[in-house]
């Protein structure tokens, strides 16, 4: 069986777990990583049996390296990404495509014409729950979507790690902005929303933004996000989609996850789908989307998503943000989509 040859870039939370599955699936062979951070990346190399390239154009120039992924910070993917499309590399890029829409639409731009996969990291499509209500509303089952509403509430203890250097709407609302998207089939025409800013205000970033959205279709949504619950919450993520349509709904929750552990004078609903071990190997809905972009790579498949579908979330994120800050309602220049990505 060929193996793919892959090099990780950035190597914080997200690369950690993209190396650390890609150290495990079949198909591929982990050639390198590389991070800014090189005793970080020599660290993890030694862990994973595998080299710590001393810089990103040494990685990239590494023939058997065929594809990577890269999980740099939010507002750094567009760099690293464009050297990558550069070095004819297949990629895989995490969630969001940029924070920025004209580097977006250059990514779009460049991704189309590059003859390999190019797929953004939208986890919640490989999401069984997430996949299923997709499949249902695909099939008309609930019939014409009347409204959405989706949460995405994380602890404090991750916005302050990411020390404001991406927004609450950029790193956890793109998610579910990307959900409501690809389950509307519509593009959004207005957005308006509010934000407050509390517990974060040191770091210049909102703790909550809470966004109404308007689709072309007619229907309705609301998103809110939040990363200030307390360190000792339940759980490390309290995320809801509810489907509301002419003849059905369906209710996706993410919290108490079937499990509940009472430890240490203290009661714990642990993930059990995100990403975790089974016997010493890697499980998990991340496990899925890297599967996914190593089938896309072996069969010749189209992007199972794509740079134009991520765009139009970032451009969500980035109304709602506009929308926030100015408290007027954002008409999104649906109008302008023919030319534009
Ligand atoms: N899909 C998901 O569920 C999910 C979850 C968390 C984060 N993310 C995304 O993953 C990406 C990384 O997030 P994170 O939480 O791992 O961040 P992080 O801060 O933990 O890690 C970022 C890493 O990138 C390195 N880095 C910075 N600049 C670099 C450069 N120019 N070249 C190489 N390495 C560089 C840093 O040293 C750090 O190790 C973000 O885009 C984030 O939105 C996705």
């Known amino acids: 069986m060929k193996q793919i040859g892959i090099g990780v870039i950035g190597l914080g939370e997200m690369g950690l777990s993209h190396a650390n599955i890609y150290a495990q699936l079949p198909d591929v062979r982990l050639i390198g990583i590389y991070d800014i951070n090189s005793a970080l990346a020599s660290t993890i190399a030694q862990r994973l049996g595998t ?26 993917h567009y760099e690293s990404t464009v050297q990558a499309l550069n070095a004819g590399k297949h ?9 920025d829409l004209t580097e977006g ?15 953004v990291g939208h986890v919640l499509r490989f999401d069984p729950r997430y996949y299923l209500t997709r499949q249902e509303v695909a099939e008309g089952n609930i019939g014409d979507l009347i409204h959405l509403y989706a949460r995405r509430n994380n602890l404090l203890t991750n916005a302050r790690r990411l020390r404001g250097r991406t927004s609450v709407a950029m790193f956890l609302g793109v998610h579910d902005i990307d ?10 025409e207005t957005v308006y929303a509010s934000a407050t800013s509390n517990l974060l205000k040191d770091l210049g970033v909102a703790d909550t933004i809470m966004a109404t959205l308007r689709f072309t279709s ?5 998103l809110e996000v939040s990363w200030v619950l307390p360190e000792q919450f339940v759980s490390g993520i309290d995320a809801r989609l509810e489907v509301m349509g002419t003849q059905g709904a369906i209710y996706v929750d993410i919290h108490n996850q079937g499990l509940r552990v009472f430890k240490h004078g203290q009661l714990t609903y642990p993930d059990i789908s995100y990403g975790t071990q089974l016997n010493g190997r890697f499980i998990g809905i991340l496990k899925e989307e890297l599967a996914e972009f190593i089938l896309a790579i072996k069969e010749g498949r189209p992007s199972p998503v794509s740079a134009r579908e991520a765009y139009r979330a970032v451009e969500v994120a980035v109304a709602i943000e506009e929308s926030a800050r100015t408290g007027e309602v954002v008409r999104l220049a649906t109008e302008k989509r023919a030319q534009q990505p």
């Open 179 to 188: 959900v409501m998207l690809w389950l509307m089939e519509s593009s959004v």
């Open 105 to 119: 639409r250059e990514l779009v731009r460049r991704a189309e014409q590059s003859p390999q996969v190019f797929m």
């Open 51 to 76: 080299q710590a390239f001393p810089s990103l154009e040494a990685l990239l120039a590494a023939p058997e390296i065929e594809a990577v992924s890269i999980c740099t910070p939010d507002n750094l």
């Open 91 to 99: 990629i895989l890029l995490e969630k969001p495509l940029t924070v």
């Open 218 to 222: 007619g229907a309705v949504g609301a």
